[in-house]
């Protein structure tokens, strides 16, 4: 599926037109971009719940020390 986003701006200039164009095209959805308000990605620190913490979350070695892989001598 591919999206044909169409900024709220221009919709009432490219809209209409991106259907027409696209109407054969089962793949190509055309939609308008409704998004408002600021742009969470760059609130960082000041966003609401304070600073993100981002976690290593893969499993943790075993400790200790594993034995000697040299081959024996023949």
Same mark, same amino acid.
């Given at each position: ?24 095209? +089962?793949?190509?959805? =055309?939609?308008?971009? @409704? %998004? $408002? ?9 000041? *966003? /609401?719940? +304070?600073?993100?913490? =981002?976690?290593?979350? @893969? %499993? $943790? ?9 040299? *081959? /024996?001598?023949?």
């Amino acid at each position: 599926m591919i999206y044909c986003v169409v900024p709220s701006e221009l919709e009432d200039q490219l809209y209409a037109k991106l259907v027409e164009h696209y109407k054969d095209n +089962g793949n190509v959805t =055309v939609i308008v971009d @409704r %998004r $408002s308000g600021p742009d969470r990605r760059t609130a960082g620190a000041n *966003a /609401p719940g +304070g600073k993100r913490q =981002v976690r290593d979350r @893969r %499993r $943790s070695r075993i400790p200790g020390t594993f034995p000697a892989t040299d *081959a /024996p001598d023949d």
